[in-house]
């Protein structure tokens, strides 16, 4: 099955804590301190690989987590560095931000990569705290909190070729013809649910990716049937043949319908080159009208081949003319959206609120110094004060009302307040 849409969540490594440790040495009874860092957590990073063609494999495994940090060592020894944790995406995945809705990244040449979690830094060993007052300090730093998310990967087809058309007017049979897919084939409407992939070969160096799309309806602009599952995938494709049923009522009602879905999903397609083939030519009912149908559209600027699937009837013609017109094309833009620039929050902000055992702080940079402090070692409590006062978050909590005794929140630590 062909999926093209899956929802994962990732976290990054956390960041190794620092060590508090002094030289013990024969005949050095001050060694002084030589803590080590702690090494960096492993970052997450999704990479295209181009022998990937759906995202099947995360209905089985959502949770990706990469590793921590190890902790530093005494003799200034710094922990070992987590591996970075690489998650393979086909080409053609773009990343979003499942909670917030933000677009990350479109992934679509080979071996490109995204970082989209962080590893947490290490943290400092005591041996970075000495100073000539404090020779021999008893502090140092955690390592730095990992970060998650929870990611929506979204996969468009990347074809030269979308064949679009009404439901059975033979789309399938069309990429079955002319590539080695196996796209399954009936006579009636919707027997392709998902998008088929396929390669033509036109001569030994000449090779096209067509995409067999699922037929929509009238309404699909709105999500009505098969609407938005066709119209994501038709973005991606640079040339169209448009497919037309030599056996239906009226080709050319079809023929609108199936331009003006497109143009209200995406003014943008309406634009796109399209070869307009009539297809079922070596039935002697559709070679009768093909005359018609090439005067009412050429009415509208638009040129008509007869094909036919069955007997492979102009098939070699129509897949040069889209190699043709592929040249001349400008280099595809695929990306999705133009950038969204924000204004970067500063991480110095805080809140302070009132809650019912207590006061609660949020803000990035007092929530992360929280996490990185070693609370039973007094120089680390002191440090952890001077932020409080550098940043205001004590004056904000005296303003709040906090008493002596009062618990207070931070993260995941629980302080109490004095004045």
């Known amino acids: 099955m062909f999926i093209d849409r899956a929802t994962i969540y990732v976290k990054s490594g956390k960041g190794g804590d620092g060590m508090v440790h002094f030289r013990h040495e024969k005949y050095v009874p001050r060694g002084g301190p030589d803590g080590g860092d702690g090494g960096r957590g492993g970052d997450v990073i999704l990479q295209v690989e181009v022998r990937l063609n759906t995202l099947a494999n995360y209905r089985y495994k959502s949770k990706y987590i990469a590793k921590d940090g190890a902790r530093g060592l005494g003799s200034n020894m710094t922990g070992k560095s987590a591996d970075d944790l690489v998650i393979h995406v086909p080409p053609g995945t773009m ?58 990967l979204e996969l468009k087809l990347l074809a030269d070729v979308g064949i679009v058309g009404v439901p059975n007017a033979g789309k399938s049979s069309l990429l079955a013809a002319v590539t080695n ?46 609407g938005f599952e066709f119209l994501r995938h038709v973005q991606r494709t640079r040339v169209l043949i448009h497919v037309l049923d030599g056996l239906s009522e009226d080709p050319l009602a079809d023929f609108n319908q199936i331009n003006t879905e497109m143009a209200l999903f995406d003014p943008g397609l309406k634009d796109k080159p399209q070869i307009v083939v009539l297809n079922k030519m070596d039935l002697p009912d559709v070679q009768d009208r093909l ?20 007997s492979h009837l102009n098939l070699k013609e129509i897949l040069w003319q889209a190699h043709e017109i592929l040249k001349n094309l400008p280099p595809p833009d695929i990306s999705p959206q133009l950038p969204v620039y924000r204004p970067q929050e500063d991480p110095r902000l805080f809140t302070v609120e009132r809650e019912d055992q207590g006061f609660r702080v949020r803000g990035a940079a007092i929530e992360r110094a929280a996490a ?29 009302g906090a008493q002596e005794g009062d618990p207070v929140y931070i993260g995941d630590s629980e302080l109490e307040y004095q004045e």
């Not at 952890?384 to 205001?392: A, D, K, S, V």
Request: hydrophobic letters at 40%; a negative charge.
């Open 95 to 152: 990343v979003y931000d499942d909670l917030t809705g933000e677009f990350l990244g479109d992934l679509v040449e080979a071996g490109q990569t995204l970082k989209v979690c962080k590893g947490g830094r290490g943290g400092l060993g005591n041996q970075h705290f000495a100073t000539s007052r404090n020779q021999a300090p008893r502090m140092a730093e955690k390592g730095e909190p990992a970060e998650e998310r929870t990611l929506r």
């Open 181 to 226: 897919a196996n796209p399954k084939i009936a006579n009636y409407p919707f027997t392709t649910l998902e998008p088929n992939l396929g390669v033509a070969m036109l001569d030994e160096d000449t090779a096209l990716i067509l995409a067999d799309i699922p037929g929509l309806i009238e309404g699909a602009h709105m999500g009505v049937g098969l």
């Open 291 to 310: 005359a018609d149908v090439k005067k009412i559209l050429k009415k509208k600027g638009v040129s008509v081949i007869g094909i036919s699937t069955a």
């Open 372 to 400: 990185m402090t070693y609370w039973e070692y007094e120089g680390s409590l002191r440090k952890f004060q001077r932020m409080m006062e550098t940043l205001g978050v004590d004056k904000a909590l005296r303003e709040a």
